[in-house]
């Protein structure tokens, strides 16, 4: 029999193409339907390892990712919301959550592939509201899938005829570690285990392939699947990088138990087959999540192991920033509103000391183009948002109880100081997005340019951290010099516009660099003022 080599490359290529983007549609519209509350799902459910991988299953459900479960886990590591142990959990259950796919796949719903993408793409063009549209998005996605693996099996049908094809699948039944490499690397390729899965699936249908051959290949798949987290971890934490290890560890040490108990896999699948009287598709999506869950299930009790293993591995000491607060326990408030007050001041000085932090990251990253210390800032932002909610919070529950004069005052002091720090983060922020703009459009800033805005980064960075050294210390000599140095800060400002515009009128500095020059220092200046309303609460007091 003679096979059309283009038609098979054209119909795999593109059915994988479908494939892949109907996975990525359903997922993000699946996430749409969620809301923002996939965070708050890993944030709150993560309180032991067996709610970290409930946790794990749900979201990795929702997104359709493993590999963005773990992404999103890593981030929450990094702004102190889990711990790495708690992480580890997350990351299990994300193996579990993404066999789901594999389970929808095996309803074989391909001859229905193409009205359910007509529901989809009506819902989404002929409605406005988000909620519609964003299950629309789902359904497309859902269409896409089944059409993409109607196509990959059509392409892929006529390999059953190759003799090269056949060959490979015996030694993959001689060789299990061979069937392993090859998912491994096939899914390292097309960095969706999803997809690869789907694939497997469909050699198998069409009979291409033997579950004994099968079975290592679906090992493999389970390795490759976490290259996209180690990708994401180049260049970033200390935590990142051990989180993307810890998912390597569990899936090669699952994979070695797998191959150790493939006779014993193989038999315990056939059994399944027989007994449900399942079809291949869905006999790989039970090898697949039977695989994922005992796996979980072995290793959980090492969790512990693991996490030792892996530091060990991934050394070094891990900068966290922490977005929750340390100093508010509502217990003060029922207790003393004075003391309810202290810890409220303890928190707010935490947040200042986090602010001038921020704004010193945001200097290296001027100087340096750095993206790890724009990403540090970003992180330290988002932290000052959260503490401004959270403390702000707090003290409309203080204010609920009685207070007396003194503490209205310096409850009020209080509520201003939190919005003037937040502000200085908002700056800041501003900053980061003028440097970007700065570094994707190649503006260059001239030297005697680089050398004024960095004087007055020094100073607003002095500025800042005397200021809530003043508040802490209540020290009217510090608030004092913080005033001057806010009044240095804004005849600096007016000086370097001037300079600036005799660059530009000397043709020294090109107009994009301009703006770029004159958008930092007017933050900057404006971070001078926050700093002095803090000072100015302290004066006041």
Same mark, same amino acid.
């Given at each position: 029999m003679e096979i059309d080599v283009q038609t098979l490359l054209f119909e795999f290529i593109g059915g994988l193409g479908i494939f892949l983007l109907g996975i990525k549609y359903m997922g993000e519209g699946l996430q749409k339907s969620a809301g923002d509350r996939l965070r708050d799902i890993l944030d709150r459910f993560t309180s032991n390892p067996l709610m970290g991988v409930?946790? !794990?299953?749900?979201? #990795?459900?929702?997104? $359709? +990712? &493993? %590999?963005? *479960?773990?992404?999103?886990t890593v981030g929450l590591v990094n702004a102190g919301f889990m711990t790495f142990r708690q992480a580890i959990g997350v990351i299990m259950g994300a193996n579990i959550g993404t066999t789901v796919t594999a389970f929808i796949i095996g309803f074989d719903l391909g001859a229905y592939s193409l009205p359910i993408l007509a529901v989809g793409a009506f819902l989404l063009f002929f409605f406005k509201n988000q909620k519609i549209t964003a299950i629309g998005q789902t359904i497309f996605g859902f269409g896409g899938l089944f059409f993409g693996l109607e196509l990959m099996s059509s392409g892929m049908s006529p390999l059953r005829q190759?003799?090269?094809?056949?060959?490979?699948?015996?030694?993959?039944?001689?060789?299990?570690?061979?069937?392993?490499?090859? !998912?491994?690397?096939? #899914?390292?390729?097309? $960095? +969706? &285990? %999803?997809? *690869?899965?789907?694939?497997?699936?469909?050699?198998?249908?069409?009979?291409?392939?033997?579950?004994?051959?099968?079975?290592?290949?679906?090992?493999?798949?389970?390795?490759?699947?976490?290259?996209?987290?180690?990708?994401?971890?180049?260049?970033a934490s200390v935590a990142a990088k051990r989180a993307a290890f810890t998912h390597v560890t569990f899936n090669l040490i699952g994979a070695t138990v797998g191959i150790i108990l493939l006779g014993l896999f193989t038999?315990?699948?056939?059994?399944?087959?027989?007994?449900?009287?399942?079809?291949?598709?869905?006999?790989?999506?039970?090898?697949?999540?039977?695989?994922?869950?005992?796996?979980?299930?072995?290793?959980?009790?090492?969790?512990?192991?693991?996490?030792?293993?892996?530091?060990?591995?991934?050394?070094?000491?891990?900068?966290?920033?922490?977005?929750?607060?340390?100093?508010?326990?509502?217990?003060?408030?029922?207790?003393?509103?004075?003391?309810?007050?202290d810890q409220s001041k303890s928190e707010i000085i935490r947040m200042g000391e986090y602010a001038s932090q921020g704004l010193e990251e945001t200097a290296k990253y001027l100087n340096t183009n750095q993206q790890k210390h724009a990403e540090m800032a970003m992180q330290i932002e988002g932290a000052l948002n959260n503490l401004d909610r959270k403390i702000t919070d707090y003290l409309i529950d203080i204010s609920e109880?009685?207070?007396?004069?003194?503490?209205?005052?310096?409850?009020?002091?209080?509520?201003?100081?939190?919005?003037?720090?937040?502000?200085?983060?908002?700056?800041?922020?501003?900053?980061?997005?003028?440097?970007?703009?700065?570094?994707?459009?190649?503006?260059?800033?001239?030297?005697?340019?680089?050398?004024?805005v960095n004087e007055m980064f020094d100073l607003t960075i002095l500025t800042v951290k005397q200021s809530v050294e003043a508040l802490q210390e209540m020290d009217r000599e510090k608030s004092l010099a913080v005033v001057q140095k806010e009044d240095q800060i804004d005849k600096m400002e007016r000086k370097f516009r001037k300079k600036h515009i005799i660059r530009m009128n000397e043709g020294l500095c090109s107009a994009a660099a301009g703006i770029v020059f004159v958008d930092i220092i007017s933050n900057l200046e404006r971070i001078g003022d926050h700093a002095v309303n803090i000072a100015e609460e302290v004066l006041g007091d």
């Open positions: 409930l946790a !794990g299953i749900i979201v #990795t459900i929702l997104i $359709q +990712s &493993s %590999s963005g *479960t773990t992404v999103l190759l003799d090269v094809f056949q060959e490979l699948t015996v030694s993959m039944s001689e060789i299990p570690v061979l069937g392993v490499v090859i !998912g491994t690397v096939f #899914t390292l390729i097309v $960095q +969706s &285990s %999803s997809a *690869t899965i789907g694939i497997l699936q469909g050699l198998f249908s069409q009979g291409a392939i033997s579950l004994e051959a099968a079975l290592p290949v679906l090992f493999g798949d389970n390795i490759g699947t976490t290259i996209t987290a180690i990708l994401a971890s180049i260049g038999q315990y699948v056939s059994f399944l087959q027989a007994q449900f009287d399942l079809n291949p598709e869905m006999t790989i999506a039970f090898a697949h999540g039977s695989f994922n869950i005992v796996n979980t299930i072995i290793q959980l009790p090492f969790i512990g192991v693991l996490a030792w293993f892996v530091t060990k591995l991934v050394p070094g000491k891990d900068v966290i920033i922490e977005y929750k607060p340390k100093h508010l326990d509502p217990i003060f408030i029922q207790q003393s509103s004075t003391l309810a007050l109880g009685s207070l007396s004069e003194l503490e209205s005052a310096k409850h009020t002091a209080l509520m201003d100081t939190v919005r003037d720090i937040e502000r200085i983060g908002d700056h800041f922020e501003n900053i980061i997005e003028l440097i970007d703009y700065k570094i994707s459009n190649k503006v260059q800033l001239t030297d005697q340019a680089m050398e004024d």
